[in-house]
Structure formats: structure tokens, C-alpha cells
């Protein structure tokens, strides 16, 4: 695996934990037959990306002919299978939000997130809607241009691979730059079906490109994590379960209806 530019600052013990973590991941993956390769160089990343035919153009938030991205703001993953062929990729791209809010952004910069095609008049067209556009600020992730082969049944979807591909890239994003926040956009029939969670994010806020006219011409879920839900999602599972043990030691013993719980989450 090849290694991105900076984990700066990180403690010895914070660096094991993530080394022991990303091991038994990619051992994981492995088994999924997945080799995986992290990098910073975006002209490599492009290269990538061009070969794929089947799909549309990388987006100009991750392409060095639109962007000026690299090792100092950015990072992408990339799965191959047994034979090298490209299966899936993700990439990340940090911005200093400090004197702006993501609403600022996204209005100042929608031309490198708005899906080409969909509307009439891109200078005139911008997202709306989710409260924490005006609330997530500071040091902010983006992630994009995630994308995993279909395989059907058995194929790696189904064994969990998404969840995997993006922890591995918080776990690397988190130890390098410990942003305050992240977020993604999530097109409304993935959104709808609960994609956030298989990504691994906590808060879906559903948002729509308004055009020239006021039309709506594309619907997305925004998605992000602060903080606080990024350092709760990567605690080893060991963790998580300790504490939560120790939590309800300590709460009143009021009986549950597990039947009822469970039957409340079916269509989850």
C-alpha cells in the first residue's frame, strides 16, 4: 500500500491504532479480492479514472487540470481485483473553512460539484436546503467519486467492502488532518435507501440544486460527520461495546421490548 504524504503530529500509540486497524482491513478486503493503493499523486489518480470508460468524467474537485489538489490537500484510494483491473476509487480533498461556511463554498465553487448536464445554467444553479450548510465550517473533508463494481450476489458489495473502503480512508483523513468536519453529496436514490450508513456517516440531510428559474434540477442528500461522530465512528468495536456496557450499568433498569424494537427497525 502505497502511502500518502503527511501523518503529522500523530502520537506513537494514535499511529499503532491506526496501523492495527488499516491491517486487519486490508486483510479484510484481501480476502474479498481486493488489493488496494493509496496516493497523493492526482495525475496518477486521473490516469485512473480515464481508462474507465463505462463511467462519466472524473469531477473537477479531483482533477488536476480543473483543481490545484495535492499530497498537501488531498489523497485517493483506489481497489483493484486479481487480474489489476479497476473496481473502485475514492478520493478525499481538505479545505480551511475558517472565515466561511459550507454554503459559502458550495455557492462559490458549484461548478466542481453540480452533476454535468443537469441543469440549464450552471452559473445560475445552487444547492439548498440542509440546515448545516450554514453550521459546518473550519477545517473541512470533502469525499467523492466513490464508486465500487457491482458484482451482484457474493460480489463485494454484499460482503461489507463499502463499509471497509471508506474507513480506511476516515482512518487515514482523521490521522492526518483531524478536520472538524466531513461531508458528501449523495444522490437522492441512494440517499433514500440509507447509503450514509454503509458509508459510515451519522447526519442525511436532504438538498436541492435550484436552477435559473428556481426548478429543481437535481436532488441530493447532504451527508457529514463533526468531530465528535468521526471519533466515536473509529473507536475499535471493543470500545464502543465497553462503553456502552458501562452506560447501561449505570442507567435506571427499565425493562425493554425487544420485540417491539426490533420489528420498529425491520425496514431500516
Same mark, same amino acid.
Given at each position: *500500500? ?7 503530529? *500523530? ?37 485512473y479514472r480515464s481508462q474507465q470508460t463505462d463511467r462519466g468524467a472524473i469531477y473537477p474537485m479531483f482533477d488536476v487540470a480543473s483543481s490545484y489538489i495535492d499530497r498537501t490537500n488531498g ?46 445554467? #450552471? ?88 436552477? #435559473? ?16 461522530? *468521526? ?15 458501562? *452506560?447501561?450499568a449505570v442507567r435506571s433498569p427499565t425493562p425493554i421490548d425487544t420485540k417491539s424494537h426490533r420489528d420498529a427497525g425491520a425496514d431500516v
Amino acid at each position: *500500500m502505497e502511502t500518502i504524504g503527511q501523518v503529522g503530529g *500523530m502520537l506513537p500509540n494514535s499511529l499503532f491504532k491506526i496501523v492495527t486497524s488499516l491491517s486487519g482491513i486490508l486483510q479484510d478486503l484481501d480476502s474479498m479480492g481486493i488489493q488496494v493503493e493509496v496516493g497523493d499523486d492526482f495525475a496518477r489518480y486521473r490516469a485512473y479514472r480515464s481508462q474507465q470508460t463505462d463511467r462519466g468524467a472524473i469531477y473537477p474537485m479531483f482533477d488536476v487540470a480543473s483543481s490545484y489538489i495535492d499530497r498537501t490537500n488531498g489523497f485517493w484510494i483506489c481497489g483493484f481485483d486479481p487480474d489489476g483491473e479497476l473496481i473502485h476509487t475514492q478520493a478525499v480533498r481538505l479545505f480551511d473553512l475558517s472565515d466561511a461556511s459550507l454554503a459559502t463554498h458550495l455557492n462559490d465553487h458549484r461548478h466542481k460539484y453540480i452533476t454535468p448536464d443537469t441543469t440549464p445554467d #450552471p452559473d445560475l444553479t445552487f444547492f439548498s436546503g440542509p440546515e448545516a450548510l450554514h453550521t459546518i465550517s473550519g477545517q473541512v473533508c470533502y469525499q467523492g467519486d466513490f464508486w465500487l463494481r457491482a458484482n451482484g450476489l457474493g460480489g463485494p458489495r454484499s460482503q461489507g467492502a463499502t463499509e471497509l473502503l471508506s474507513r480506511i480512508l476516515f482512518e487515514i483523513m482523521v490521522g492526518a488532518w483531524n478536520p472538524s468536519f466531513v461531508f458528501a453529496l449523495v444522490p437522492k436514490r441512494l440517499g433514500a435507501k440509507g447509503a450514509h450508513l454503509r458509508y459510515g456517516y451519522t447526519h442525511c440531510e436532504l438538498g436541492r440544486w435550484l436552477g #435559473p428559474d428556481q426548478q429543481v434540477t437535481e436532488e441530493e442528500y447532504l451527508i457529514w460527520m463533526g468531530a465528535k461522530d *468521526m471519533a466515536n465512528m473509529l473507536q475499535p468495536a471493543s470500545e464502543r461495546l465497553g462503553r456502552a456496557a458501562n *452506560m447501561s450499568a449505570v442507567r435506571s433498569p427499565t425493562p425493554i421490548d425487544t420485540k417491539s424494537h426490533r420489528d420498529a427497525g425491520a425496514d431500516v
